[in-house]
């Protein structure tokens, strides 16, 4: 019996036990703690308001993009660096074809072009600041007539609590 269990056990092979590497594993996982931790923004960036324009108080940490910004009014609003002023009421549909309404949409399209020239095409975005004062309606209309415009996204700006 003996001779049986000898012979069973020389015709088993001996294997090795299977081991697990661990540094590519430490690796991946140490990247993607990194690519997630820069992702995150943990900073606030600061913006200079004309006179005369509060806005509503925000609590998010999310800091601004280099992006253009759209300040409304009660009663206007001013685009880009030239900071050209259009009357507000030529959001609304009613006024599709007003003169004004077209030159701004031309601006607007000029702007991204120039902007995105020589790059891969990105969705438009555009930072909407809206005076306190500013009544919600106006604002959702502007964000719609952005939209129509091309705009992919609109970021709406407030203040950070003091």
């Known amino acids: 019996m003996t001779e049986e269990l000898d012979s069973f056990l020389k015709k088993r092979k001996r294997r090795n036990g299977v081991q697990l590497v661990l540094t590519p594993l430490i690796d991946i996982f140490t990247l993607l703690i990194i690519f997630i931790v820069k992702g995150t923004v943990f900073s606030q960036s600061d913006l200079i308001l004309p006179k005369g324009v509060t806005v509503p108080e925000s609590h998010s940490k999310e800091s601004l993009d280099n ?41 607007l399209k000029a702007y991204f072009d120039k902007e995105s020239a020589g790059k891969a095409a990105s969705p438009w975005t555009v930072q909407v600041i809206a005076d306190k004062a500013s009544r919600y309606e106006t604002i959702f209309s502007v964000s719609q007539f952005l939209q129509a415009a091309g705009v992919a996204r609109v970021v709406y700006v407030t203040s950070g609590a003091k």
């Open 67 to 107: 992006t253009p910004k759209l300040l409304v009014f009660a009663d206007r609003f001013q685009w880009g660096p030239a900071k050209e002023e259009y009357p507000i009421g030529i959001v609304r549909d009613e006024f599709a074809l007003h003169p004004l309404r077209q030159q701004f949409v031309q601006r």
